[in-house]
């Protein structure tokens, strides 16, 4: 046969036959072919090209290589050198040359469509999605049956992780060809995405049937029995894939890995170190070395395994994780954070992150555990444990709402995790509510029936609320559960919880069975049976006692360390001046108070005097609120309850270590008695004292008080380190922040029965906004000097204004009362006698607004003489005042500082004693004085809330109050 003859067969050979011989048996026997064609008939290059594609074939690139560059030095137009070319540099990973390669055979023969296939591999392993896609499109315009093509689509689909349209690719591949294993193949890898894992096993086997000498089907085969945790299949499959290629060395590791799982670590060794001797640069079969090691106990070798991995990718992380592993293992928490630490320095993984978290969690590290769990959750958002290891983390800082907020997210990814709805339940139960303590209590049993943490948690619960028999049952079903795990630390505890039930029940039905002549069991015996009208009948003197406790505990319920930080609002807490509480006109009434300024979720109390207390809880405040005191003057008015505020912070502080010494009991004493190797026993005291220190719970208010009233105060006031409060003296000089808020001291004219030198007003700078506060001062000379260099810009020692012009101004203005004397104003030669001496009357209060001009002036501080007149009173320094907005002062009257608008009642319900409040602004507030108590009420609107009605709504919940 000549030359151009054995040309024109071969080519068409190619062409006809290439495209239909699948197998590498058959396509070696095919190159065979051609090649004694291409040597009877002299063919050079065809001979080199053909010797290349059987190298290729037996995976021998380099001899394949050299064989395809004669080919084409030979005969620089042999199309099927070109495209070989192509073939062996992909495989290699060299995508720009094979790009090269493949358009070269193109430019020689543009309807040959392996190479527009070959350009569309070359650019789906480049993730260049749309030239893959242009170049399977244009081999398929060519050949509208070419399966290699369809198959690449199909490829294509499934690297965009659209599934069902890969398998409809593939699946026109196998219509069109019986006998292509690849589109089977590819089948099977897309079911077991799609979990469909029956399918891809019937898919993997038949891509085997078709093709059983192609190693990859074997592997990827064993992966899915891998996947499924049918270990032995796995290795049977991996095995097979050996045999037709022994160098194939992911599936010699894989067989290892599957051997490791089976904790079969002596042929998973044999396997692992196969793969390494194949591919001396993988870090990831070292690794799984590493892990067999670590999984054997032997510790020093896995450590010394990771590390070569290192030396073989110096730019991954893993191997420092793997390291904290082990080092987590062992107990030594510092050197895991440490390992932790130089892996995420190389490569921020969610898996780093949230194992870093768990190193500082399992050492009280809450804070860095936080910031651990969170960076994970950046990075995955899929994984359920750091959700749920930060809520835990939240949940022992007593962050009960950030807490709650993991959990949830923790609900969303899995909702079937037993452990975050006994982590709700414990939230719900420490904040109180039993009703929804109980659900996810009863939940987390649900999913987990063996979960002995929920139980116990339900017989604490049920324990709080009086139902023992309950409890008794919960506890019991937790301690056998503990038991059973060999903790008897966690089920001792529950034996003692069940111990002191059975102590109370015992006690309790001991009362009514004595029949001894002891007078102490008579007395309570007798006393147990007493009763009251109204709720005492039921509940009896001790229950209702309890529900007292009850209504003291919500007022003084702890804090959460982390505060949601609302818009900051100044509030009015008092009604009358310091004449009226000590001698009123009707004792009922609540007569005193002081002022609340709130931002950034802190509280600053000023001048807390009678009554103060009575009227931040009726406000609906708690006592946690409280983190700052200011007190202008000694005088009983403005600072009796601070001696309120100290006793119920030491309570506050001790109702935290009784809650501590509750709360831990499921952590803190468990682990304290396993530290000492101890059996489990109910705390001391100085356990809980450290406890509540290292817990940081202890609140400690900041006191800021005058000279004179220090001196008042100092025989109950301590001095020691580790008291509740800070005690800071002010004076005329002072300036600081409280709380965030710029603070400076203004002078008072103000005798305070211990001084007449050391009473104060204070200026509150919050952002554009300055709250005046005058507290009580005469007026004079020096007081008047004293605001006018406030009111022109007067800075502080940063060179800031406290009082500028873009400022908003609101005026507290201590008013007093009227007074004779005021009238010698008329005579000039007698002003200088007009003035009240101790308050600012009316000539002062004219005297301050001119000075200043704020925007809003509360008169406050009125004598209870001008009870039914101050509406009137501020509606006659409004008609002389254009600038400023006069309002009177009484308790509640609120406003924002961030939109200066003053909270008014809206719309009200009178069936259920409740109503609505809206912002307006100071201009628009009506008011409605109810007699029953001369308090005012300020709304916004008379035509949407009646007057009339609005007396009776108030006059019903005052009645309601009384009861």
Not at 320 to 346: D, H, M, P, Q, T
Not at 562 to 577: A, C, D, I, M
């Amino acid at each position: 046969m000549d030359k151009e003859k054995a040309k024109e067969l071969i080519h068409k050979k190619v062409r006809n036959e290439y495209k239909k011989i699948h197998g590498n048996k058959n396509l070696k026997r095919f190159y065979n072919s051609l090649l004694d064609i291409s040597r009877k008939s002299g063919l050079e290059a065809y001979i080199a090209c053909l010797e290349g594609a059987i190298y290729n074939l037996e995976k021998n690139n380099p001899d394949a290589l050299d064989c395809f560059k004669t080919a084409t030095g030979l005969d620089g137009d042999l199309v099927f050198a070109w495209y070989g070319l192509g073939v062996v540099y992909f495989e290699e990973q060299e995508y720009d040359q094979a790009i090269q390669a493949y358009d070269k055979a193109m430019e020689i023969d543009g309807t040959f469509v392996f190479s527009l296939n070959g350009l569309g591999n070359v650019y789906l392993a480049q993730k260049e999605y749309g030239l893959a896609a242009e170049a399977y499109d244009k081999a398929l315009e060519i050949d509208e049956k070419f399966v290699f093509s369809m198959n690449g689509m199909g490829n294509l689909h499934f690297a965009l992780e659209e599934y069902d349209a890969a398998i409809r690719e593939y699946e026109s591949a196998i219509d069109l060809d019986k006998k292509y294993a690849h589109p089977w193949n590819g089948c099977g890898h897309a079911y077991e995405v799609q979990t469909k894992n029956s399918k891809a096993v019937e898919a993997y086997k038949k891509a085997i049937k078709l093709d059983g000498n192609w190693a990859p089907f074997w592997f990827d085969l064993g992966n899915m029995y891998y996947g499924q945790q049918e270990y032995k299949q796995a290795i049977k499959a991996y095995k097979n894939a050996i045999k037709i290629d022994e160098n194939h060395a992911y599936s010699w590791a894989y067989k290892g890995i599957s051997y490791r799982a089976l904790k079969e670590f002596e042929p998973a060794i044999d396997a692992l170190n196969k793969a390494i001797n194949l591919d001396g640069n993988s870090a990831f079969f070292r690794l799984e070395l590493g892990g067999v090691y670590f999984d054997q106990g032997e510790h020093d070798r896995a450590i010394t395994t990771y590390k070569t991995a290192m030396e073989v990718d110096k730019n991954s992380g893993e191997p420092w994780l793997r390291i904290g592993y082990v080092y987590y293992a062992l107990g030594k928490f510092s050197l895991a954070i440490e390992a932790y630490n130089k892996s995420i320095n190389l490569s921020k993984t969610a898996a780093t992150y949230y194992w870093l978290g768990s190193a500082h969690y399992i050492q009280k590290e809450y804070d860095d555990a936080i910031e651990a769990y969170n960076s994970a959750i950046e990075l995955d958002q899929t994984e359920i444990y750091p959700f749920y290891w930060l809520g835990n983390a939240y949940y022992l800082q007593g962050k009960f709402d950030q807490a709650i907020k993991a959990y949830t997210k923790a609900k969303e990814v899995d909702e079937a995790f037993p452990y975050l709805w006994n982590g709700l339940g414990s939230v719900y139960y420490w904040q109180g509510n039993s009703k929804k303590a109980i659900t996810h209590y009863n939940k987390s049993i649900e999913l987990h029936g063996e979960f002995a943490h929920s139980f116990s948690g339900l017989g604490s619960l049920y324990k709080d609320m009086g139902k023992f028999d309950d409890a008794i049952k919960k506890y019991e079903k937790a301690g056998e559960l503990y038991r059973n795990m060999e903790d008897h630390y966690w089920a001792d505890y529950c034996a003692e919880e069940i111990r002191q039930i059975e102590l109370m029940i015992k006690a309790e039905n001991s009362i009514f069975e004595t029949t001894e002549s002891d007078r102490t069991l008579k007395i309570l015996k007798e006393t147990k049976k007493l009763g009251v009208p109204g709720r005492a009948e039921k509940l009896g003197i001790e229950g209702l006692a309890e529900e007292n406790k009850k209504l003291y505990d919500e007022f003084t319920r702890e804090k959460p360390l982390s505060v949601e930080k609302g818009e900051p609002y100044f509030q009015v807490l008092r009604r009358w001046n310091s004449y009226t509480p000590i001698v009123a006109d009707n004792y009922h009434i609540s007569k005193g108070g002081g002022y609340f300024l709130k931002t950034g979720g802190r509280g600053i109390v000023i001048d807390p005097g009678f009554n103060f207390i009575d009227n931040f809880k009726g406000m609906g405040h708690s006592f946690s609120e409280i983190d700052a005191v200011i007190i202008s003057h000694a005088h009983n008015d403005h600072a009796a309850d601070l001696e309120s505020i100290l006793t119920l912070l030491y309570r506050y502080n001790n109702a935290i270590k009784e809650n501590i010494k509750k709360q831990l009991g499921s952590n803190y004493w468990v682990d304290l008695s396993k530290d000492r190797r101890e059996p489990y026993a109910i705390a001391s005291e100085e356990d809980v004292e450290k406890a509540f220190l290292e817990s940081r719970r202890r609140k400690t208010i900041e006191l800021y008080l005058t000279k004179s009233t220090y001196t008042k105060y100092q025989g109950m006031l301590r001095l020691d380190s580790d008291s509740y409060y800070n005690i800071n003296i002010i004076d005329q000089k002072w300036a600081g922040n409280l709380c965030g808020v710029k603070v400076k001291a203004l002078p008072a004219k103000h005798h305070d029965a211990i001084s007449d030198r050391d009473s104060l007003g204070f200026i509150f700078s919050i952002d554009n906004t300055a709250v005046v506060y005058t507290g009580d001062t005469g007026w004079n000379d020096d007081i008047e000097k004293s605001y006018k260099h406030l009111a022109n810009d007067a800075k502080d020692n940063d060179g800031e204004f406290w009082y500028k012009e873009k400022t908003h101004k609101i005026l507290v203005a201590h008013l007093g009362g009227f007074k004779a004397c005021e009238r010698n104003y008329v005579i000039k030669d007698a002003r200088d006698s007009s003035y009240y001496k101790n308050h600012l009357g009316r000539i002062g209060m004219v005297k301050i607004n001119e000075t200043l001009s704020p925007d809003v002036c509360f008169i406050s501080e009125f004598g209870e003489e001008l009870k039914g007149q101050r509406v009137a009173l501020a509606e006659i320094f409004n008609n002389e005042f254009e600038e400023t907005e006069f309002l009177p002062a009484d308790i509640g009257l609120t406003i924002r500082l961030k939109n200066k608008k003053i909270k008014a009642i809206h719309t009200i319900n009178e069936s259920t004693l409740k109503c609505t409040y809206r912002d307006i602004e100071p201009k628009d507030v009506c008011y409605q004085l109810l007699k029953k108590d001369y308090s005012l009420n300020y709304f916004s609107d008379a035509k949407i809330v009646d007057p009339t009605e609005l007396a009776q709504f108030l006059g019903a919940l005052y009645d309601k109050s009384m009861q």
